[in-house]
């Protein structure tokens, strides 16, 4: 059973560039967020999106930054006119089920992650 | 302090010794989640205690949960070599808050 998958790993654009990470969540996981990790820093959410519909963008900047889940194929998390201050690794979680408070939370599994270089 | 802060930031033990970790939290939680980060790598998930719960056991790792102090602690028992990596603790609080939220980790050295 494939893990969560991720690519590309490394990415290396230059300012003003746009950035297209993919995502491909566990099969069977219908629900998935996107993080950010700064160096030396925990990891900070993003975004929650199911299929076709972001759930929770809260984490998300106004400006530049996007995501979709679409009916087929994998998750996107686009930047566009990309900063040096976007370098960081992004990461991608999946789990099988979510809801509200009368809900369990199920545990979010990890890919690999996109490190993001703008020069 | 941030929501999921861990404590220490560094730790760096001889191998065979126990590794105790830290881990303060704010607001109420559905659940707590402890996960490893090796360098440069993903995450990998080691437990998750339920907030009516109070210990949890899984192989050499034991976590605590006390939500009257909103603390939690991670022992690994026995450390080994390929236990070196970065440990984070991560939160969930539902209500609408979907993601988790991290503490800046604490980073374990096990010396051979």
């Known amino acids: 059973n494939a893990g969560v998958m991720q690519n590309p790993r490394h990415l290396v654009r230059r300012r003003g560039q746009e950035a297209r990470l993919r995502c491909s969540p566990m099969k069977g996981h219908s629900h998935v967020y996107w993080y950010r990790q700064l160096p030396e820093e925990g990891l900070k959410f993003m975004v929650y999106l199911q299929k076709e519909n972001i759930i929770d963008e809260s984490g998300m900047p106004k400006e530049r930054f996007s995501a979709e889940f679409p009916k087929e194929g994998p998750s996107i998390l686009r930047i566009q006119q990309v900063v040096r201050g976007d370098s960081a690794a992004y990461f991608c979680?999946?789990?099988?089920?979510?809801?509200?408070?009368?809900?369990?939370?199920?545990?979010?599994?990890f890919g690999p992650g996109t490190r993001l270089l703008v020069l | 302090s941030q929501q999921g802060e861990e404590d220490p930031q560094a730790l760096s033990i001889q191998e065979g010794e126990n590794a105790t970790m830290n881990c303060s939290y704010k607001t109420s939680i559905n659940n707590l989640q402890w996960y490893r980060q090796n360098s440069g790598r993903g995450l990998v998930h080691l437990i998750l205690i339920r907030s009516n719960e109070r210990e949890k056991h899984s192989g050499r790792l034991r976590v605590t949960l006390d939500t009257s102090k909103k603390s939690s602690s991670l022992l690994i028992t026995a450390s080994r070599a390929a236990d070196t990596a970065s440990y984070f603790c991560?939160?969930?609080?539902?209500?609408?808050?979907?993601?988790?939220?991290f503490g800046k980790g604490t980073h374990l050295i096990i010396q051979p």
């Open positions: 991560a939160t969930y609080s539902g209500g609408g808050a979907d993601g988790l939220t």
């Open positions: 979680a999946s789990s099988q089920r979510q809801g509200r408070e009368a809900w369990r939370k199920e545990t979010q599994y």
